[in-house]
């Protein structure tokens, strides 16, 4: 049995779109007629971006699932398999429940593969961009445990809290990123049609202009003449740096220059370090191996460097070294993350000490983001009023000189 996706008409001549599991694409059409529709195509769920461009009739509708969409069905699953109910049951409750025909098409291919003996984590496999590793390893532990419901009520947790940091993240470097695109787009209105034409009395005039104006009047040519091209040239720059950090060696030049930098290294420590003490503080409360948990919470990260620190503490401790002093040696981790971790693990409650030193890195991360975005947001106001105060006094010299002419 698998799962179909199905686009039909119903008696008015409208489309209806969903998904259907079946033993095959000739059922579920036998199924579509037996309701009274007029099937147009079926076809099989598969994942991947490749089946989406193949099937482009489909591709409309196929929406992107989002963490919040992923805590919101494993939440509901956990409560469905905390009140007893067999697993494929309680994919197919969750799976009518939701409106969103994308979480229904995931929903449905893991059902099926669960009806074929499969377990659920190799069933979600199957959509690894929706279900990452630490999920599938997550459930697998909870799946060989017998704590099953625990397991998802805490992977609803922490898709939650990472979601919410994100956001965090996120909101906290909109205002200064929107105030930047504002103070750009006034000061090249104000350079491109504003200035030329209160100049443009003068520029006619046989006196020479002050310098200030001639090199206002200069770059206001320079962008009304040249301004696609430099927007071109600029967008080549970008698309250049994206396509240069592909490579291993230069992305990884680049992630340890950004950790260098006075602001920017502190914020991005802070922020690796709660997703990796977060998620392996999941790992290690789902039972899964101390080692195949760090191999799992480093995979998160996204600096190259932080991410090798902990393969290479990965190491240090199948040898025998306890975790916090393996991460300590790279330096890269906060010192109260690290002593945190070493007291959980002399203590016997690891878990417990990883939650509170995401909890302290994520108070922390946040009163830096409200600090920079107080001390951001005044200084592009200010910038902003320099460079428009630049212009009005270019401006308004020749007008002073021709006073000053007239006395």
């Known amino acids: 049995m698998g799962a179909f996706e199905y686009s039909a008409l119903d008696a008015d001549g409208r489309e209806l779109r969903g998904v259907l599991e079946g033993d095959g694409a000739k059922q579920i059409r036998q199924t579509l007629r037996e309701r009274g529709l007029l099937p147009v195509s079926v076809l099989p769920v598969r994942d991947g971006a490749q089946s989406s461009r193949e099937r482009g009739v489909l591709e409309r509708w196929r929406a992107r699932i989002g ?24 994919l197919l409750a969750v799976s009518q429940q939701s409106e969103r025909p994308a979480v229904q098409r995931v929903l449905a291919t893991v059902r099926a593969g669960v009806v074929e003996g499969r377990s659920l984590a190799a069933a979600l496999g199957a959509f690894p961009r929706v279900f990452p590793e630490i999920y599938r390893a997550t459930v697998a532990a909870g799946e060989q445990s017998g704590r099953l ?20 993240v996120q909101g906290a470097l909109l205002y200064p990123v929107l105030l930047s695109v504002m103070c750009l787009l006034i000061v090249t209105g104000l350079m491109t049609y504003v200035v030329p034409q209160v100049v443009e009395v003068f520029a006619s005039g046989k006196t020479q202009l002050p310098l200030m104006t001639r090199i206002l009047l200069a770059t206001s040519d320079g962008l009304r003449h040249y301004g696609l091209l430099l927007a071109a040239l600029i967008a080549a720059l970008v698309f250049g740096y994206r396509r240069w950090l592909r490579d291993p060696n230069a992305r990884r030049r680049h992630d340890r220059r950004l950790l260098r930098l006075p602001l920017v290294g502190r914020l991005i420590r802070g922020v690796e370090t709660a997703r990796f003490t977060r998620t392996f503080a999941i790992l290690t409360g789902s039972a899964v191996p101390v080692l195949e948990g760090l191999r799992i919470a480093g995979a998160v990260m996204v600096n190259v460097p932080m991410r090798e620190a902990v393969a290479a503490a990965a190491e240090r401790v199948r040898e025998g070294a306890p975790i916090g002093r393996s991460l300590a040696e790279s330096r890269l981790f906060p010192p109260m993350a690290v002593h945190l971790i070493g007291s959980g693990e002399t203590s016997g409650e690891l878990e417990d000490m990883l939650e509170r030193a995401a909890a302290n890195q994520e108070r922390e991360l946040d009163g830096m983001l409200q600090a920079l975005v107080g001390l951001l947001g005044p200084m592009m106001i200010v910038v902003m009023g320099v460079f428009v105060l630049a212009i009005v006094f270019a401006m308004l010299m020749p007008i002073f000189e021709m006073n000053t002419l007239v006395r």
């Open 149 to 168: 419901d625990v397991v998802l009520e805490r992977l609803a947790d922490y898709t939650e809290s990472r979601d919410q940091l994100r956001q965090r």
């Open 67 to 90: 963490p919040a969409d992923v805590a919101l069905l494993t939440r509901q699953l956990a409560t469905l398999v905390r009140a007893a109910l067999p697993l494929e049951e309680a």
